[in-house]
């Protein structure tokens, strides 16, 4: 199978082409540089010459914050983005793999979203990622949308780095506590994407790996796993200036992802520590 993967040098998308090379597919990794995803005629160019079997989009605008100053460039890359994959999808014959976030809900709901929710963002990146979405499920039959949160991978900065840069620092961190979702590690959602469309049952599934937890408490874990000398204290999200707004309860009902590739994700604590023992490998 020809894999094309957008976005490929982002913290997903490195080891998205990672595991699609692994498995033995040919792997057309498309960074920023190759295939500006908002470019509608680059991106038809490139899939009318490679015709890939799939795309796997892992390109986005991910700065949450930054996407309430910029939120023309948030709906570009996340909504405008998808459409002309989309677009190149149907023209050319090619499954989609979009990549979503938990932050298209706001949280209010008090236990885990289902795919059968309405969305309802918090923040512009939310809404950009909504547009993506629409544009997706409205063009296209055959795709997978995955909608999946709190990501750390070794090819990316993400909160367990920020933790372990900010513990050589300061002896304190404040953290919050207010917020709760699923951290997931980027190589076990790239092994389920991998798993997912081998099924071509297309649709929209939650991925994350299983529980839930604060920032606070992942914080807390993350110090523990690496015997951090730092002192974590509980915030509540209004003590900090954020620019967005993030849901406090984003936790994602992952059905029917088990009764479409048989398994769920590690608990997340399992997936941290073997992130540390990856990160440790790589260092060496
Ligand atoms: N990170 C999370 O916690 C999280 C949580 C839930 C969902 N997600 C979703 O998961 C997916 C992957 O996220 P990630 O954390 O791997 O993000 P990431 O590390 O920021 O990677 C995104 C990649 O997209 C590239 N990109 C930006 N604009 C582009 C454009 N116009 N055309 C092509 N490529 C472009 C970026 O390149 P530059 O760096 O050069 O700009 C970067 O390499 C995204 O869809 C994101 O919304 C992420």
């Known amino acids: 199978m020809i894999v094309a993967v957008t ?16 498995r033995g597919h040919e792997v057309l990794p498309l960074g920023k540089k190759e295939l500006d995803i908002t470019d509608l005629t680059k991106v038809k160019k490139i899939f009318h010459r490679e015709r890939p079997d799939v795309i796997i989009n892992c390109a986005a605008y991910t700065d949450v914050d930054g996407s309430e100053d910029n939120p023309h460039l948030a709906m570009s890359v996340n909504g405008l983005g998808p459409r002309n994959l989309a677009l190149a999808c149907n023209e ?3 499954d989609l793999v979009h990549i979503s976030t938990d932050y298209v809900f706001d949280g209010q709901k008090e236990e885990a979203y289902s795919i059968f ?7 512009t990146y939310g809404l950009s990622k909504v547009l993506g ?5 409205s063009l ?5 949308l995955i ?9 990316g900065d993400n909160f367990v780095e920020k933790i372990l840069r ?8 404040h953290i919050v506590e207010d917020q709760v979702g699923s951290p997931t590690y980027t190589a076990d959602l790239a ?22 937890t604060s920032w606070y408490s992942f914080a807390r874990e993350i110090a523990a796993l690496n015997y951090l000398n730092v002192n974590i204290k509980p915030v509540s999200s209004s003590a900090r200036n954020y620019a967005a707004t993030r849901p406090s309860d984003s936790r994602l009902d992952p059905f029917p992802l088990k009764e479409t590739v048989g398994y769920l994700l590690a608990p997340w604590e399992d997936a941290l520590s073997r992130y540390m023992d990856h990160r440790a490998e790589v260092d060496l």
């Open 191 to 212: 092994r389920l994407v991998g798993d997912l469309i081998k099924t071509r049952c297309f649709g929209v599934y939650h991925a994350t790996n299983q529980g839930y």
């Open 147 to 155: 909608r999946t949160s709190w990501l750390f991978g070794l090819s």
């Open 117 to 123: 929710d309405s969305t309802s963002p918090l923040n």
């Open 140 to 144: 296209l039959h055959r795709y997978y």
């Open 166 to 173: 900010l513990s050589e620092e300061r002896s304190e961190l």
């Open 92 to 94: 050319y014959e090619i």
């Open 7 to 22: 976005g490929a040098r982002g913290m997903l998308g490195s080891d998205i082409v990672a595991e699609m090379d692994n």
């Open 133 to 137: 979405e629409r544009y997706v499920t």
